[in-house]
Nanobody, 114 residues
Framework: VQLQASGGGLVQPGGSLRLSCAAS????????MGWYRQAPGKQRELVAV???????NYADSVKGRFTISRDNAKNTVFLQMNSLKPEDTAVFYC?????????WGRGTQVTVSS
């Protein structure tokens, strides 16, 4: 199983980015799909997670600004990020759980700076 994330980049404060992460390989009926981030010198933290049924959970710091969604047919998870702030700067990782297995993507850099 491989996770391929894309959509990161450099954006000005107040701007938007959309991340996507596609799972490929021998995997189906993925349980939860989520995004985590790790800023320099900080621990990796949960950003948002979505269950197969569409239930969501967000970190307080991104509520109202970020929206997670998924396409079960394509094993893909998305993260729409609006009103980005400099403190959102981090490497964003997607994570997938499938039964007792957990898979991580390699990460995509998001930099919010003027």
């Amino acid at each position: 199983v491989q996770l391929q994330a894309s959509g990161g980049g450099l954006v000005q404060p107040g701007g938007s980015l959309r991340l996507s992460c596609a799972a490929s390989g021998s995997i189906a009926n993925i349980d939860s799909m989520g995004w985590y981030r790790q800023a320099p010198g900080k621990q990796r933290e949960l950003v948002a997670v979505i269950t197969r049924g569409g239930g969501t959970n967000y970190a307080d710091s991104v509520k109202g600004r970020f929206t997670i969604s998924r396409d079960n047919a394509k094993n893909t998870v998305f993260l729409q990020m609006n009103s980005l702030k400099p403190e959102d700067t981090a490497v964003f990782y997607c994570r997938v759980t499938w039964g007792s297995y957990i898979y991580w993507g390699r990460g995509t850099q998001v930099t919010v700076s003027s």
